[in-house]
């Protein structure tokens, strides 16, 4: 029987509670629909898959403690005010991650751009208490421009993280790794995307600085298209590594998009969709099913099937309706693909034994 890390077990839980999420948004039957629900998203979903990916030294019983307080203040977060112990136990899970994940990435970091990826999960995760409050005070200013931060925090995590995992699995597709992967880290690129993000998320939230926010995004996105060039990831066959490509690609889409709509001076959030539902939706969902397989001993090949397939295509059709302004058809959508990746993530855990 395949031995896992126990914080594997937040993959199923965080895609069950986003395919949840955005019908109960969207049905009203969850309050502060404005701007609260993006918070789930983020604060919810995406802080709970990246716990799954980086805590892997957590032991069971302080994983199911924080797993009981991620579920405590999603629960709290569909109540209305929302109660503090929800806000509290979302700190709590917040902390936790930035502890037992981000900081151990920090501190074992070797070289300063594997430091500056520790660094920006750490942001990340430590960010959730100010944003937490900053919404529950109501005030939609204040909260669009923490919003904005925080997503591009969340760029910066999808860009990093996603690269890492994208490189070795374009190697590994070729006939000779090696020399092959000794040309795809593509270093300075990297660096370039990643301080671009650092920079929308310290320029974003003031008016005055947004438009250079805006120029950093679409300069992230722009060296993104070029790094995905250079690694030219239609030359492989493998359909787990194809797919992993294409999840990844949807940050050269978003991320200029987001900021055209930023130095345009108009609302972002149409645009933004594309990289929380396109890219976060991707990525997320791919690197699980990944990480999963490769966690169980099965290879990252078990991870490129048609189910996973079916996942992106509804993922990206959830994202083309999201930003067209249809927001019942992109939730049905959304929804079916984080339903169809419970499924696959709960049949792949099924059975496994806890480290």
């Known amino acids: 029987m395949a031995r896992v890390p126990p914080a594997t077990w937040l993959f199923p839980l965080a895609a069950a509670w986003g395919a949840a999420a955005v019908p109960l948004w969207a049905g009203g039957m969850c309050p502060r629909l404005s701007l609260w629900h993006a918070h789930g998203i983020l604060y919810g979903y995406a ?15 302080e994983t199911a403690l924080a797993a009981a307080a991620w579920l405590g203040a999603r629960l709290g977060g569909c109540l209305p005010g929302p109660p503090a112990w929800a806000l509290l136990l979302d700190g709590a899970f917040a902390l936790w991650v930035a502890t037992r994940g981000a900081w151990p990435l920090v501190e074992g970091a070797k070289r300063l751009r594997n430091r500056l990826l520790g660094l920006g999960a750490l942001a990340v995760c430590l960010s959730a208490l100010p944003v937490t409050a900053v919404l529950v005070r109501l005030d939609a200013g204040a909260g669009e421009a923490a919003l904005r931060a925080a997503l591009a925090g969340f760029a910066f995590l999808l860009a990093g993280m996603g690269g890492r995992a994208l490189a070795p699995a374009l190697a590994g597709a070729h006939d000779d790794p090696r020399r092959w992967l000794a040309n795809a880290v593509q270093p300075r690129l990297e660096a370039g995307v990643l301080t671009a993000c650092a920079a929308a998320a ?18 992230a996105g722009l060296l993104t298209a070029v790094r995905l060039w250079r690694w030219r990831p239609w030359s492989v066959r493998r359909v787990d590594v194809v797919l992993l490509a294409i999840a990844y690609a949807w940050l ?5 998009a987001w900021g055209a709509a930023e130095l345009a001076g108009a609302r972002p959030w149409a645009a933004a969709h594309l990289l929380t539902v396109g890219a976060l939706g991707s990525l997320t969902a791919v690197m699980m099913a990944r990480t999963a397989a490769l966690r169980l001993g099965r290879g990252a090949a078990a991870a490129g099937d048609a189910a996973l397939a079916v996942v992106l295509g509804a993922v990206a059709a959830a994202a083309v309706l999201r930003a067209g302004g249809l927001a019942m058809a992109a939730a049905a959508a959304w929804s079916g693909a984080l339903v169809l990746l419970v499924a696959r993530l709960w049949r792949a855990l099924r059975g496994a034994a806890l480290r």
């Open 47 to 61: 802080l709970a898959c990246v716990a799954g990916f980086l805590a892997t030294r957590a032991r069971r019983a």
């Open 202 to 219: 310290a320029l974003l939230p003031a008016a005055a600085t947004r438009p250079a926010g805006g120029g950093a995004l679409v300069l």
């Open 252 to 256: 050269a889409v978003a991320l200029p």
